[in-house]
């Protein structure tokens, strides 16, 4: 009776030890295998392979929307206009006021019957009217203000006597050097023949804060965001992280416009879309005055 029992012990032993130990070089019981690890998308593949709402404004202009839970590991909130510039009854207009007074990008559009429109460029917060270069319709409305941050002003919205819109960067020279019959300056510039620009190591660039921003696409498509912030919703963007979403979004060239409480995006009919940071609530109205707009504009 003790004979068998000894053989069945050993047997069990030599059982079991095969079992754990099999295939393991005698270093213990394999990992299990993790299925999902987790999403390995860059944030470039999240921005492209976003399930983005969209919606056709008109023949020219589609309006997209995405609300992202992890885009540069945070939440983020963007608003894309894509405008075809080779559609023949789209025109871009730049409305404006001028020192002592302000407007709302929902105004200016309306006044202008724009279909869509974000807020534009740099202003005085206190007096009103554009402390950047500003020319419309070949005249000059005001030059850079002296002291004025000279990165925040290194490109230019274009837009010549026939209506074609570029991207420019500044010249050595100054503003006054290049002619464009309609010109609204800002920065920092974000892209440029289709690469990044290296941004300058400042909090303005390094801060995540709501942006605006407009860029040229290959095949001569005006995209322009609103990026929200300041929210639990939307965290905003440093000038970087703007930059690979505007590379993207497929831009060969691209530039910051004025941010935080003036970032705003508009659409006929729905009115603001975005979700601008001025009241500091995540809702369609903290709208801020500012004193430019660009506007986009179906013609009859």
Not at 23 to 51: C, F, Y
Not at 252 to 273: P, Y
């Amino acid at each position: 009776m003790k004979r068998k029992l000894f053989l069945y012990i050993a047997l069990l032993t030599v059982a079991l030890y095969t079992g754990c130990g099999k295939d393991n070089n005698g270093q213990g019981p394999e990992k299990p295998q993790v299925e999902n690890p987790g999403s390995s998308k860059t944030d470039k593949e999240k921005i492209t392979g976003a399930a983005w709402e969209t919606q056709k404004l008109s023949d020219a202009i589609s309006w997209r929307y995405c609300p992202f839970t992890d885009l540069f590991s945070s939440r983020q909130s963007v608003t894309v206009f894509d405008i075809d510039l080779s559609h023949s009854k789209l025109m871009v207009d730049i409305p404006f006021v001028r020192t002592g007074a302000f407007i709302k990008t929902s105004e200016a559009a309306v006044n202008v019957k724009a279909t869509a429109a974000i807020n534009g460029s740099y202003f005085n917060t206190t007096a009103g009217g554009s402390t950047v270069f500003f020319k419309k319709d070949g005249q000059i409305i005001t030059r850079t203000v002296s002291g004025f941050t000279p990165y925040r002003e290194n490109a230019g919205f274009a837009i010549d006597n026939t209506g074609k819109v570029s991207i420019v960067k500044r010249p050595t020279s100054g503003w006054e050097a290049i002619d464009p019959y309609t010109l609204l300056v800002s920065g920092p510039l974000l892209m440029f023949d289709g690469k990044a620009i290296e941004q300058v190591n400042e909090t303005f660039t390094k801060e995540r804060n709501p942006r605006t921003a407009v860029g040229i696409t290959k095949d001569n498509h005006l995209i322009a965001v609103v990026v929200d912030g300041r929210a639990t919703e939307a965290a905003g963007m440093t000038t970087p992280e703007l930059a690979l979403l505007m590379e993207a979004l497929g831009c060969q060239s691209a530039m910051n416009l004025d941010g935080g409480g003036s970032s705003t995006a508009w659409v006929k009919g729905r009115g603001v879309v975005s979700y601008p940071s001025d009241n500091n609530k995540f809702d369609h109205d903290g709208e801020r005055a500012v004193a430019t707009v660009i506007s986009f504009i179906m013609k009859d």
